[in-house]
Structures are given as structure tokens and as C-alpha cells.
């Protein structure tokens, strides 16, 4: 499945051309990277007979949705574990929560200590007693066969760019854009996670090392706005026609412009940023930011 690159960005003086890449297009529910994740894994799960899904996720996951809607419209059932039990009573309000229910997920919420132990074998046995079997997919999708599903985001046409930028949480996506990009290209990673341990997990799954990772653009971790960055989006909206969200690919974008104003780049670079979708978060996201009595993203 191929989406098209459409032209973003130009800096006429120095001659660098920002263009994006519309996975956010490739799905009207299972948007971006997360339909990339799951598709071999639900053709996997399907083969080997599998009936249920299980994952997790947070109360905003752009995961969560994926599964619940790809789950359903591939005829699986789907389990998600949610991290923080307060969130039991909540999921009338929670667009995602309420979104992956209506998709007939049915949602268990667990401690945030609990959710910590959610590789473990002895959660995981757990689970499978409660549960029944199911086929796993973890926190993020990133597994081995979602980088096989992302290596098919980088096409040929694409040869013309001499850097592709994308938003990194698990660093699955990156990996499989790491393993099919062509030599002379470099693989920008703009971190939604202030820390972590990206680079070790990449490392696990990218074959090359044509990657960086740019670590400054995070906006104070993982989900969290300022209202610089709410004026960024509503302002490239207006301007593009192009919605971006506000955890990943909002903060990829503004990285990748900041980084041209700051000489980053060498004059007439071809850079290619992947849209990995998320825009299913922006009704999440504004409802906090109205509780706040803050400015909303426009969409
Ligand atoms: C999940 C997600 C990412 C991060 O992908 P990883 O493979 O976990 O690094 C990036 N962008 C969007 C929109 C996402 O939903």
C-alpha cells in the first residue's frame, strides 16, 4: 500500500524542500505506523488460529484504537490492558478508551505497578488464566513482525530524499525505516520520551547505523504540550491543510523546521518526514487542554 509524499516546507534561500509522507492517510481508523505494526502480526495471529488479541496501553494510545478497530475488522476479539485504574469510571469521556469500547475491546485496568510488570511471564500467565489464550502484542506493537510491516513505508520513489525524519516511542517504526532506506540516506529520530532506552532497542532491531537520534524536541516528555506548540500545529494546519498531532509527529515537524532555521541541514537537502498518523489523539488531548482552560489544537 503506497500513500502519497506531498510537498510541506520550502526554504527558498537554501534551497531545502520539507516533504511528508501521508501514512496518516492509509487507514481512517488504524492510522500511520500502528497499521504498519499490526499487519503481519494479524495475518501471523490469524495463521496460527488465534481468536483474541491482547496488548496495552495507556488511556490515549494511538495503539489501543489501532488494535480495537483492526481487531474487529479482522474478526478478532481484543483485550486491552489499560495502565491506571482510575480510569475504570472514565471511559464514557475518554474519546480513546470510549472509541476502542465501541470497537468491542473490552478494556481491564490495571496499576501502574502492575502495568510495569506487563513483559513479565508470571503477568503474563496471569492474564492467560483470566483470559484464555491469546495472541500477544506488545505496548506499542514493536515486535519483529512490525518492523517487517514498517520496512514497507520507505518505497522506491523515495531514493530522491537524503533524509527521512519520523517521530520515535518504541523505536519500531524507526527500525524498520532504518532497515529499508537506500545507503546515501540518513534516518532522523526526533524522541516523544524524554530518556529511555530507544537506542538499545533499536539497536536490537535496525540492521544499519545510518540513524540519529534528536533528543531535544520532546516539549518536557512523553504527551506533554506547551501552548508554543499548540500555536505551531493550528498555525501548519492553516497553512498546509495537514493535520499533525500533538505527542509525535507535531513535534517531529517542529524539529525539523527549527533545525533548518539552525543550519542543521546543508544547503538543498531533500528531507522526507513520515506522518505516522496519531490524529485519533487530538480529541484527547484538547479535552485537557479545555480543563486547563488552555487553547485547543484546531482540526
Ligand atoms: C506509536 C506512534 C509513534 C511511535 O512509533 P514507535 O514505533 O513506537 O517508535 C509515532 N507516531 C505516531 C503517530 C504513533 O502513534
Redesign the pocket.
Known sequence: MEVPNQFYFRDKSRNIDVFIKREDLIHPFVS???FR?LKYNLLHAKAENYSKLLTFGGAFS??IAAVAFAGKENGFETIGIIRGEELVNKIQENPTLKFAQDCGMQLYFVTRDDYQEKTKPNFLNKLEKIHGSFYLIPE?G?NNLAIKG?QEIIVSSDNEFNFVC?????????SGICNSVFPNQKVLGFT?LKGGFLKEDICKFATNSNWELIEEYHFGGYGKVNQELVAFLNQKYNDTNIPL?P???GKMMFGILDLIQKNYFPDGSRILAIH???IQGIAGMNMKLESKNLSIIQL
Open positions: 500511520g505506523n500502528k505494526k494511538n495503539h506499542g514493536t514498517c519520523c517521530a520515535v516511542g518504541t523505536g519500531g517504526t524507526i516523544a498531532d505527542v509525535y509527529t505516522t498518523g496519531g
